[in-house]
């Protein structure tokens, strides 16, 4: 179900339990401000969520109170993740679904990035 990216952060959240280590992952990469990881349900080839360790609900919550140095510093380890995994030549996909017209699921900051095919069309028309 899509959540209210207005609500306070929630502790409980699946991605809070992946950061302090209760739930298992396939991370692919971690740093001090960030932690990437492959999607439980990939929806191309190449699926890794990348997230803020700190709590933020949404890319909203985020740009609006996160520090330079965070803000900074995820923006550069999407792009790493993605030089990383090879997906520069063919290229990827960004996608940062805010609140509940996107369909958000999960309130905490994540951004998709998808690789491994021809993406189709950017939105479902209609
Ligand atoms: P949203 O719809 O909020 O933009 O995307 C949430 C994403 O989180 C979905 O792609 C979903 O597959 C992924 N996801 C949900 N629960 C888990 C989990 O426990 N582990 C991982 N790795 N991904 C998850």
């Known amino acids: 179900m899509a959540i209210d990216a207005t609500l306070p952060y929630d502790d409980d959240n ?4 992946i950061l302090r280590g209760e739930i298992p992952n396939k991370t692919v990469y ?3 401000h960030v932690l990437a990881f492959q999607d439980i ?5 190449q699926h890794i969520l990348v997230i803020p360790k700190g709590k ?6 985020f740009s609006a109170k996160a520090s330079d140095a965070e803000i900074g510093g995820f923006v550069r380890a ?3 993740v993605a030089r990383e995994a090879g997906m520069v030549e063919a290229g ?3 996608l940062a ?3 509940q017209n996107a369909h958000q699921e999960v309130p905490h900051l994540h951004v998709h990035i998808f690789a491994g095919k021809p993406l189709g069309p950017m939105l479902v028309k209609g």
């Not at 349900?41 to 080839?45: F, L, T």
């Not at 933020?56 to 919550?61: A, G, I, K, L």
């Open 30 to 32: 971690e740093d001090e």
């Open 92 to 94: 990827y996909r960004l």
């Open 14 to 17: 699946i991605f809070a339990k």
């Open 78 to 80: 999407v792009g790493h």
């Open 56 to 61: 933020y609900v949404s890319w909203d919550d």
């Open 41 to 45: 349900n990939p929806q191309a080839p």
């Open 97 to 99: 679904n805010i609140g």
